[in-house]
């Protein structure tokens, strides 16, 4: 009986230490549970503006690119070209940050890699972080960390929005391409 007790005790302390056993204090989602997230930019249809965007959540890849050649203030956009790749998550547990990696990302220095996070909040919807990391890179990668806020109410969803976000200046042209492996939520 006293082999059996201490068997118990060694396999529960080596289920309990592995990694893959604490997954319950935090969920990482990869491209195949990804959604296309909100995406534009002011690219109403003018001469010398043009805009291509791209947000493929098969792959987790983000292309946009936003030229405008107009110059001087008239005629200058509002908003520069953004795409995003979206992710939905279930608060079942305390939430304080999230992750977002990047790979493979390649960006002008007017370009962002940008990702907020919304939740309710006292049943308020409300953005309760953010993080933005300007260019120039060249087939870099790295994680976005975005500390949270606030912390979402239990029981909600949680929306995590990530992508690639250009500049509004002109005369200009901008844009880049990054693939997001993984969104990790702490």
């Known amino acids: 009986m006293k082999r059996i007790i201490i068997l118990s005790a060694v396999a529960v302390g080596l289920v309990l230490g592995s990694p893959g056993a604490r997954a319950g204090s935090g ?3 990869q491209p195949d549970s990804y959604q296309a997230g909100p995406t534009g930019g002011d690219t109403e249809a003018k001469p010398n503006r043009t805009a291509y965007r791209n947000v493929d959540p098969s792959t987790g890849t ?12 008239i005629g200058c956009a509002a ?8 992710v939905l998550h279930k608060v079942t547990s305390p939430v304080t940050k999230v992750a977002v990696a990047y790979d493979k990302a390649t ?11 919304r939740g309710l909040v006292k049943g308020v919807d409300t953005y309760i972080g953010s993080a933005a990391l300007r260019g120039q ?6 994680t976005l960390v975005i500390p949270l806020d606030k912390a979402p109410d ?11 976000e250009t500049a509004s200046a002109c005369p200009n042209a901008d844009g880049g391409t990054a693939t997001f492996p993984t969104v990790a939520v702490f």
């Open 27 to 29: 969920t990482t989602y």
């Open 137 to 142: 890179m060249a087939n870099d990668g790295g």
């Open 107 to 117: 960006i002008t220095p007017f370009t962002w890699l940008k990702a907020n996070v």
């Open 62 to 73: 983000v292309t946009v690119l936003w030229a405008n050649t107009t110059p001087g203030a």
């Open 79 to 86: 908003t520069g070209g953004f795409g995003y790749l979206r």
């Open 154 to 164: 239990a029981g909600s969803v949680m929306t995590i929005d990530f992508g690639i």
